[in-house]
């Protein structure tokens, strides 16, 4: 079982570019979801999926796309970068809705902005 | 919006002191989970509370849940070097029937050498 796992694990952008981070999960859970952590903040929510097909904005979901066309992948799409999104990206993934049951995190992709 | 309040940020604490960290909700939570993030990892799954007045122990470290289901704490005790990290708590709510997950910010652990 390998968990979440997420690539890249580091990337820099010029402002304006887009890019897609990977998640991936061998779990079959259900619920996925990806969050952004900045220096001394908590984790904010961006959007998240109850299930192949499903996906909703979370607290932060601008200038961030996402799709779930299966269980195990869930991309995040930055479609114009700018220096507001350099920060820490992590995909996580529970059995069912997230905070039911616990969630499982990949290593993170760290993005800076430029 | 609805809010979780973690404090303290940073607790500076030395080898063998106790260390608490405590989350306060606005609302009523179902449940209450706490993570652990070790300094450049991402956070693991520590423990779920989800009765009122609920008391876990895993080795050195206590979770409670308050009587009302609002606030929650971490203790551990003689901390450890391999107790340095970010502590999180993530309290679990529903708005508008969807469940909402809200993190705190964090307590970071810092031993002073």
């Known amino acids: 079982n390998a968990g979440v796992t997420q690539t890249p694990k580091f990337q820099v952008l010029k402002t304006g570019q887009s890019m897609t981070l990977q998640c991936a999960q061998d779990?079959?859970?259900?619920?996925m979801s990806w969050y952004r952590q900045d220096p001394g903040m908590g984790l904010r929510l961006i959007h998240y999926s109850v299930g192949a097909g499903i996906t909703d904005q979370g607290e932060v979901p601008n200038g961030y796309n996402v799709s779930r066309s299966t269980t195990e992948d869930f991309p995040l799409r930055l479609l114009s970068a700018a220096p507001s999104q350099t920060s820490v990206y992590f995909c996580?993934?529970?059995?069912?809705?997230?905070?039911?049951?616990?969630?499982?995190f990949g290593p993170g992709t760290r993005l800076t902005v430029t | 919006g609805q809010q979780v309040m973690q404090i303290p940020q940073y607790q500076h604490v030395q080898e063998g002191e106790d260390f608490t960290t405590y989350c306060n909700s606005s609302t009523t939570l179902s449940n209450i989970q706490w993570y652990k993030q070790r300094p450049g990892g991402h956070p693991v799954f520590l423990i779920q509370?989800?009765?009122s007045g609920e008391v876990k122990k895993q080795k050195r470290l206590t979770f409670q849940f308050g009587e009302a289901k609002k606030n929650s704490s971490l203790h551990i005790t003689a901390t450890q070097t391999t107790d340095v990290g970010t502590y999180f708590c993530a309290g679990l709510t529903t708005l508008d029937s969807n469940y909402q997950l809200i993190w705190g910010a964090g307590t970071k652990l810092i031993i002073k050498p």
């Open positions: 996580a993934s529970s059995y069912q809705v997230g905070g039911v049951y616990e969630q499982y």
């Open positions: 779990m079959n859970h259900e619920y």
């Open positions: 509370l989800v009765k």
